[in-house]
């Protein structure tokens, strides 16, 4: 519990230097893998401040993107206090405003160590795990479309289809907002929808990374499942990749998402033993 000498607070913007120092200078510093650095999300809800004397120890974000899921975005702590007595003060201080606006889905992916040993002490489940994989220049068919399908570069004008998209073919734990989608798009080196007769049926979008791309999004709608598309746009990416002689694509899925690591299987990627646990918990 919180000490004479500390205190709990809503982080607001004028905290940014004093978490930013808590991020790059403290050993203990959990991150999402997001699409907007941690101080981006300064002033949103569940952002809350561990304090003495006015010196920044703690930290703890997890504000709701999209609306009903809270990933946990950021948990800092300096060497002043122990992990168990920061996440227990702003934890209890997040679950009890998230509790006030109506509940959420709050999820975390355990990146280090220290972060996996303190939540499987905490009332998270562990529900899955992303595992990752690469692909390293291995030869691919090109993609094989059935008749009236096409692919084409994802436009910004096809952003709101693309995120009924990922909504129609993920669990909600894992959607994608369009705000965050259109960070994503800012990003991409190659974004690609595959369409039939003007409706988008799937995309993916991939950022750059030192010796080729990031696969970061795959998504193809419920009612399109099953008929190789997710492969083709797979397929597409490393053919474009190849051609500007990149050497390595990477992605990351669910450990439990067979349909997802069957098509990448089938592309020559290759799980490289990295995986991390998902934790999640349920506020109502």
């Keep these: 519990m919180i000490g004479l000498n500390l205190q709990a607070r809503p982080a607001g913007l004028q905290d940014r230097q004093a978490i930013s120092s808590l991020i790059f200078y403290e050993n203990h510093a959990h991150r999402h893998l997001d699409w907007r650095h941690p101080l981006d999300w300064l002033g949103s809800p569940y952002f809350w401040l561990m304090e003495e004397n006015g010196r920044a120890l703690a930290a703890l974000a997890c504000p709701p993107d999209p609306p009903g899921i809270a990933w946990m975005r950021l948990f800092a702590f300096g060497g002043q206090v122990s992990a168990v007595e920061a996440w227990s003060s702003l934890w209890e201080l997040a679950r009890g405003e998230i509790a006030r606006r109506g509940g959420a889905q709050v999820a975390v992916i355990a990146m280090q160590g220290w972060m996996r040993e303190l939540l499987a002490r905490t009332e998270f489940d562990r529900l899955q795990s992303v ?42 734990l894992w959607h994608i907002s369009l705000d965050n989608l259109r960070r994503a798009f800012s990003q991409a080196i190659v974004a690609t ?90 506020v109502n």
Aim: charge should be neutral; glycine fraction near 10%.
């Design 131 to 172: 595992v990752m994989l690469e692909w390293k220049g291995r030869p691919v068919l090109g993609p094989s479309l059935p008749t009236g399908v096409s692919l084409r570069p994802l436009a910004e004008s096809d952003l709101p289809a693309a995120e009924q998209v990922d909504a129609e073919a993920f669990d909600p």
């Design 193 to 282: 929808v595959i369409e039939s007769q003007g409706h988008v049926l799937g995309y993916q979008l991939s950022t750059g990374k030192p010796l080729g791309a990031h696969l970061a999004r795959l998504a193809v709608r419920k009612e399109a499942q099953g008929f190789g598309l997710g492969a083709a746009l797979v397929a597409d990416l490393v053919g474009q990749m190849r051609r500007r002689g990149a050497a390595l694509i990477t992605v990351n899925t669910q450990n439990d998402n067979h349909a997802s690591l069957a098509v990448y299987r089938k592309m020559g990627f290759l799980r490289t033993g990295e995986e991390y646990p998902v934790f999640r918990y349920y």
